[in-house]
């Protein structure tokens, strides 16, 4: 699987604690998320994809149209 998590973070340089205020998480879960040590549910997919502008597909590789 390929979650771009990370690559969209960086792109809009938010740090892992940024993210993780800005989405109500713990910051240990977004690294677990960006190591692919944990798979999201669909609901925190969607979650990252209204929060950066893209698809799901598009969050999981699936697609390159953001």
Request: glycine letters at 8%; charged letters at 25%; zero cysteines.
């Given at each position: 699987m390929n979650f771009r998590l990370k690559q969209l973070r960086k792109e809009?340089?938010?740090?892992?604690?940024?993210?993780?205020f800005d989405l109500n998480m713990n910051q240990n879960t977004i690294s677990r998320y960006e190591n692919l040590e944990r798979q999201a549910?669909?609901?925190t997919l969607i979650r990252?994809?209204?929060?950066?502008?893209?698809?799901?597909?598009?969050?999981?590789?699936r697609t390159e149209n953001r």
């Open positions: 809009r340089k938010i740090s892992q604690l940024q993210l993780a549910d669909y609901d990252f994809a209204d929060y950066f502008g893209v698809s799901v597909d598009y969050l999981l590789g």
